[in-house]
Every structure is written in C-alpha cells, then in structure tokens.
C-alpha cells in the first residue's frame, strides 16, 4: 500500500513544560501510519517548512524513520 501524508510539519511548542517537539498534522499522521502500517508498505509525506532553525527538528525527526521526504524549506518561520 502507498500512504502520502500532504500537509502541515513544524512545531509543537508545550508550555509551561517548554517542551518542543515535532509537529503538525501531516508529521503526526505519517509517522503514527509508519509505526501501525507493515514496513513494506510505502509511508510519504509532502508538506514545507521554514528556513530557521526549527526546521531541522522536524527534516531531523521524520529523518529517523523509514519514510519517504518531499519536504521543501521556504524562506521564513516555521510553523508552531
């Protein structure tokens, strides 16, 4: 099976723990399909994120896993 995930990654921002994670509805949905679909099945996810730093947490995070990556940097902020 192929599962393409085309949306929002950035930012999760938890307060008042100041704890920060990878984020967005697309990063969520692709990498709770990578860990319930079997691994011959095809996990992609499409989506952008900024230039700034933050945007290395989530290319970072979905790096870890076997899925595919079309995420393009834009200039500015990432989401939060």
Do not use: W
Request: with cysteine; aromatic share 4%.
């Amino acid at each position: 099976m192929n599962i393409v995930c085309i949306g929002d990654c950035g930012i999760d921002h938890y307060l008042p723990s100041g704890k920060i994670l990878c984020g967005g509805i697309a990063a969520n949905f692709s990498l709770q399909a990578r860990d319930s679909f079997p691994e011959g099945d095809t996990i992609t996810i499409i989506s952008a994120v900024g230039d700034d730093d933050a945007a290395s947490l989530v290319i970072d995070r979905i790096g870890e896993t076997n899925i595919n990556r079309r995420i393009t940097a834009l200039k500015g902020a990432s989401s939060v």
